[in-house]
């Protein structure tokens, strides 16, 4: 007998709305998916009025990698008083869970009320210019991971799908911030060599195994959509060095004091911008 699945974007609405009764808030204005490094970002944004582990709201998952925090919070931005939704509980898709708990987290914060969503990550960085510890604005993406949360005849225009008056504010914030193309690869295997070429030939500049697919799903929400890459290390075949996790920890160890700077005073400015 087959398993009828819930609708992801009923379970999305629940979600919402057992964080707007736990934390009191009953909407946010944007959301903070923060990846490998990012963490730190939160606490620089403001008073945080709310906070749980992400497993007591419905269809979210414990995060299955070391560095990623598990918890949701609700944060009153320093500044404008918006309301920010942090998640710090990111599903991959190479847990095989599906597409639909990587996306689940973009869809609650589009259904508590965000209309930006600010997507960050850890990566690897093809272009030797970049350092790890480098924060990079993503200006578009490729997602070669052969799947999407999109389903049916659902015709979703991602042509500016990172929105480029959020990349103008977060340039006058760090006016040396350059910009990038992500790909998205499944994982969880790093890139090869031979791989990364091809990335590059494809005009990627970036590569990691998340991001691409959520923002597609926040785009098929109507959101403005910020991505900012920390390249953690240079991709395989760069420097000729082997890649580990403990890398890509460490990196983003180092580069998060300039980086949760950079991202909380970004966000003060969106808030502010559009309040």
């Known amino acids: 007998m087959n398993e009828t699945l819930p609708d992801p974007h009923l379970l999305a609405r629940e979600a919402a709305a057992a964080i707007a009764s736990a934390s009191g808030v009953p909407a946010h204005d944007l959301a903070l998916v923060l990846g490998s490094g990012w963490s730190g970002a939160a606490d620089l944004l403001g008073e945080t009025v709310w906070q749980a582990d992400a497993t007591t709201i419905p269809g979210f998952r414990a995060p299955a990698v070391p560095g990623h925090v598990g918890t949701l919070r609700s944060i009153r ?36 009320g965000a209309r930006t969503m600010v997507l960050t990550n850890g990566c690897g960085g093809i272009d030797p210019a970049w350092a790890p510890g480098t924060p990079v604005l993503i200006a578009d993406q490729i997602n070669f991971t052969a799947t999407t949360p999109l389903v049916g005849a659902n015709f979703v225009d991602v042509t500016d799908l990172y929105t480029p008056a959020l990349r103008d504010i977060a340039r006058e914030v760090d006016p040396g911030l350059d910009e990038g193309v992500y790909m998205q690869f499944r994982g969880p295997s790093y890139e090869t060599p031979a791989e990364v070429r091809m990335a590059k030939a494809m005009g990627a500049t970036l590569v990691g195994m998340s991001t691409a697919l959520e923002a597609i799903a926040a785009r098929e929400a109507g959101m403005d959509i910020l991505g900012i890459s920390l390249v953690t290390n240079l991709a395989a075949g760069i420097s000729g060095e082997a890649l580990s996790h403990e890398e890509v920890i460490a990196a983003g160890q180092d580069a998060a004091p300039r980086i949760s700077r950079l991202l909380a005073e970004t966000v003060r400015r969106i808030t502010g911008a559009s309040a």
């Open 77 to 112: 931005v320093d500044g404008s008083g918006a309301r920010a939704l942090v998640i710090g509980s990111r599903t991959h898709l190479y847990e095989g869970a599906g597409t639909d708990p990587v996306v689940h987290g973009v869809r609650t914060a589009a259904a508590t």
